[in-house]
């Protein structure tokens, strides 16, 4: 740092230095005075007046005054520049402080910000690693639970697929396109796109299948094979009860019923008691009479001749038919079906008493089981398990 410049002089000190200076100035100007003798009192006038006619000694009178003025107006200058230049170079070095103070400050805080910064990196790379953590997880686990859905939905189609075939349970497979539908549709993904076309394909090839009631048809013949063991048949019916002969109602010419004329016998006497005698005597022989005779028109007469231990085998031979009939019915074999179903109505007609409700009833549900169709070529549903695996086949 330059040291301050010297303050200038007083005003005394300034008066001093220009007498002085006018002092010097002064033995050059009254030289030719001094070589002269000293005049008398009574002639400073004449020299003054000698001196004031000389026109080079006046200007040189002239220029020394005005050259000092102008030194003087000069120094003048010169020394308030020279305070001026201190005061400046003063308030300069005092804002230099100040200013390297400032800066001083200034490169603290630049490196606590830059400190700060180089925190905020850290962390910044930091969340952005777990950021990219995070979503990896996240995909992985969403691959996951896609992965787990798909499979669920696999097996379930595979199942109903399966039964569809063996069993042709329509409903079950369409509760599990359904199903498996309504899975994707909460996925809300496009690429489920192709698996729900899929599915949805397949939807409508089991709706336009022409329905068919096998759980009703199946229960018409359970029902038929709980009632063979309570079935009448043939060979143990009991002949009934002759009913009473009902003689024919007379009328009159209005319309009214003429009562019959009730003779009454004399009872009291031994012949209107031997006559009553005889009477109900006849009655119940003839009675009797009746119920040992019995006149059947039968098609298949060896029915009568059936046996108890015949007519148990009989019962349960109707009962395998019936079961055989029903898995007919649950495989879709139509050739089987028919043949047992006839084959049972044919066996319930010979040997049991179709003149009984029962039997009657029994006969009406077997025929209306036999009225469905039950050979109905069932779709398969490949197109969605297909379309579910090339899915999870890909990268």
């Not at 950021?131 to 595979?158: F, G, H, N, P, T």
């Not at 939807?203 to 709980?226: N, Y």
């Given at each position: 740092?330059?040291?301050?410049?010297?303050?200038p002089?007083?005003?005394?000190e300034?008066?001093?230095?220009?007498?002085?200076?006018?002092?010097?100035?002064?033995?050059?100007?009254?030289?030719?005075?001094?070589?002269?003798?000293?005049?008398?009192?009574?002639?400073?006038?004449?020299?003054?007046?000698?001196?004031?006619?000389s026109?080079?000694?006046?200007?040189?009178?002239?220029?020394?005054?005005?050259?000092?003025?102008?030194?003087?107006?000069?120094?003048?200058?010169?020394?308030?520049?020279?305070?001026?230049?201190?005061?400046?170079?003063?308030?300069?070095?005092?804002?230099?402080?100040?200013?390297?103070?400032?800066?001083?400050?200034?490169?603290?805080?630049?490196?606590?910000?830059?400190?700060?910064?180089?925190?905020?990196?850290?962390?910044?790379?930091?969340?952005?690693?777990?950021?990219?953590?995070?979503?990896?997880?996240y995909?992985?686990?969403?691959?996951?639970?896609?992965?787990?859905?798909?499979?669920?939905?696999?097996?379930v189609?595979?199942?109903?697929?399966?039964?569809?075939?063996?069993?042709?349970?329509?409903?079950?497979?369409?509760?599990a396109?359904?199903?498996?539908?309504?899975?994707?549709?909460?996925?809300?993904?496009?690429?489920?796109?192709?698996?729900?076309?899929?599915?949805?394909?397949?939807?409508?090839k089991?709706?336009?299948?022409?329905?068919?009631?096998?759980?009703?048809?199946?229960?018409?013949?359970?029902?038929?094979?709980?009632?063979?063991?309570?079935?009448?048949?043939?060979?143990?019916?009991?002949?009934?009860?002759?009913?009473?002969?009902?003689?024919?109602?007379?009328?009159?010419?209005?319309?009214?019923e003429?009562?019959?004329?009730?003779?009454?016998?004399?009872t009291?006497?031994?012949?209107?008691?031997?006559?009553?005698?005889?009477?109900?005597?006849?009655?119940?022989?003839?009675?009797?009479?009746?119920?040992?005779?019995?006149?059947?028109?039968?098609?298949?007469?060896?029915?009568?001749?059936?046996?108890?231990?015949?007519?148990?085998?009989?019962?349960?031979?109707?009962?395998?038919?019936?079961?055989?009939?029903?898995?007919?019915?649950?495989?879709?074999?139509?050739?089987?079906?028919?043949?047992?179903?006839?084959?049972?109505?044919?066996?319930?007609?010979?040997?049991?008493?179709?003149?009984?409700?029962?039997?009657?009833?029994?006969q009406?549900?077997?025929?209306?089981?036999?009225?469905?169709?039950v050979?109905?070529?069932?779709?398969?549903?490949?197109?969605?398990?297909?379309?579910?695996?090339?899915?999870?086949?890909?990268?």
């Amino acid at each position: 740092m330059n040291d301050l410049p010297t303050l200038p002089h007083s005003d005394a000190e300034r008066g001093a230095d220009h007498a002085a200076g006018l002092a010097a100035a002064a033995p050059s100007l009254s030289a030719p005075a001094a070589s002269a003798a000293p005049a008398p009192p009574g002639q400073v006038g004449l020299t003054v007046s000698q001196i004031l006619q000389s026109p080079l000694k006046m200007t040189v009178i002239v220029l020394a005054i005005l050259l000092a003025a102008l030194a003087w107006s000069t120094q003048s200058k010169f020394q308030r520049l020279r305070l001026d230049m201190a005061k400046s170079l003063q308030k300069g070095e005092v804002a230099n402080a100040e200013t390297a103070a400032t800066v001083r400050s200034v490169q603290e805080l630049a490196k606590d910000l830059q400190a700060k910064v180089t925190l905020l990196e850290n962390r910044q790379v930091e969340a952005q690693s777990q950021q990219l953590a995070l979503e990896q997880l996240y995909q992985d686990l969403s691959k996951s639970r896609d992965d787990w859905a798909l499979a669920e939905i696999e097996q379930v189609l595979s199942t109903a697929s399966q039964q569809l075939q063996l069993a042709g349970n329509v409903q079950g497979a369409l509760i599990a396109l359904q199903n498996a539908d309504r899975s994707l549709a909460r996925s809300d993904k496009p690429q489920f796109i192709t698996i729900r076309r899929a599915i949805a394909k397949d939807t409508d090839k089991l709706k336009a299948l022409p329905s068919l009631d096998l759980i009703g048809v199946a229960l018409r013949i359970d029902t038929v094979i709980a009632q063979v063991d309570t079935l009448p048949m043939l060979s143990d019916a009991k002949p009934a009860l002759p009913a009473p002969a009902v003689k024919p109602k007379k009328f009159d010419k209005q319309g009214k019923e003429i009562a019959p004329a009730v003779a009454a016998a004399p009872t009291d006497t031994y012949f209107g008691r031997a006559q009553a005698t005889w009477q109900a005597w006849t009655h119940e022989m003839w009675t009797e009479m009746r119920q040992l005779i019995r006149v059947r028109k039968v098609d298949h007469p060896e029915a009568l001749m059936v046996s108890p231990e015949q007519a148990y085998f009989l019962r349960e031979n109707l009962k395998l038919r019936l079961l055989n009939a029903r898995l007919a019915l649950m495989s879709r074999n139509e050739a089987a079906f028919r043949t047992d179903m006839a084959a049972a109505q044919d066996a319930l007609t010979r040997y049991f008493d179709m003149r009984a409700a029962a039997p009657q009833s029994a006969q009406a549900m077997l025929r209306q089981a036999e009225a469905n169709n039950v050979a109905i070529d069932m779709p398969s549903l490949a197109d969605s398990l297909n379309a579910v695996r090339n899915y999870k086949s890909k990268p």
